[in-house]
């Protein structure tokens, strides 16, 4: 039996904003249940990599396939989270993380009682009908990340999602995201500029170079599961860090050469 295609895939992927070449030849590919990283500096092109994920773009060069099929409408089967949160300050945050099934055509009656059963696992529970601006920065992180599940996708798409975060509480985010996508068991791809995230909480990681974004270097990273935060104290965990670094700060050094 042919071994199952990968439920996503890009294949020579390129992108070009007028005079700017923002992605290059990217092949990379996320089987299902996976849980894939991508790092790379800022500016390298991993937002726009995530929006033609997504459907919200067409690439220049190149494809995408999911589950084998180049023609299947993604905006069905991929969800994105975007880089900033992009919660209504007009809607609670109940009505926030309803959006999606709402705009999928559910009730809003029925819509509201999914997220109700969602909010003590999300860390919002007491908070549904408060504003989005009187929660702290991780709330609002993990309610927009609740309105990315509740719109039930198979495949996630986490644009930096525990960026804005202190380290205690980003570390501890690390930890609930790892069990949260453990228990749905999806498929997910996650951009970070972190490379001590992207090792924690992933089965491969894909380094992207600087502008243009092309693949530098793929590593699957071994760690058991589940991950203790213990883990980025290993040898093991060291270890694959310094292969993942390497690519990043040669690219450093001839950047600073070059100026
Ligand atoms: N809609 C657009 N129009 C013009 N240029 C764009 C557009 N979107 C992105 N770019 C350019 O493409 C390049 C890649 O941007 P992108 O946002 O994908 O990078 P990034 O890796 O996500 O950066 P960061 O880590 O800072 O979020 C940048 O030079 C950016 O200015
Ligand atoms: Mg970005």
Redesign the pocket.
């Known amino acids: 039996m042919a071994p199952a295609a990968p439920k996503l895939q890009v294949r020579g992927l390129g992108q070009r ?1 007028d005079d ?1 070449q ?1 992605l290059r030849a990217v092949d990379l590919h996320v089987a299902e249940g996976e849980f894939v990283a991508v790092v ?1 500096p ?7 990599l995530l929006h033609i994920l997504a459907g919200l773009q067409q690439p220049a060069a190149g494809e995408v396939l999911v589950d084998g099929a180049a023609d299947r409408q993604r905006l069905g089967a991929v969800g994105l989270m975007p ?1 900033r949160d992009c919660l209504m300050p007009w809607r609670t945050v109940l009505d926030n993380v309803t959006v999606g099934l709402e705009l999928a055509g559910m009730s809003r009656a029925a819509a509201r009682d999914r997220a109700r059963g969602e909010l003590d696992r999300f860390g919002l529970a007491g908070f549904e009908d408060r504003w989005p601006t009187a929660l702290s920065s991780g709330m609002r992180q993990r309610a927009a990340l609740l309105r990315t599940f509740l719109a039930g996708r198979e495949v996630l798409l986490l644009d ?1 999602p525990l960026g804005a975060l202190d380290a205690l509480t980003r570390q501890r985010m690390q930890s609930w995201l790892l069990e949260l996508a453990a228990a749905e068991r999806k498929t997910v791809l996650l951009v970070t ?1 972190d490379v001590d995230e992207a090792v924690f909480l992933a089965d491969r990681v894909y380094v992207l170079s600087e ?1 243009p974004g092309t693949v530098v270097l793929e590593a699957r990273v071994d760690l058991p599961r589940p991950r203790d935060p213990g883990v980025v104290v290993t040898p093991e965990f060291a270890a694959v860090k310094a292969r993942l670094l390497a690519p990043l700060m040669a690219e450093g050094r001839s950047a600073e050469a070059a100026r």
């Open positions: 904003f700017i923002a790379g800022s500016g390298c092109g991993k937002t726009t880089q930096e500029h502008r």
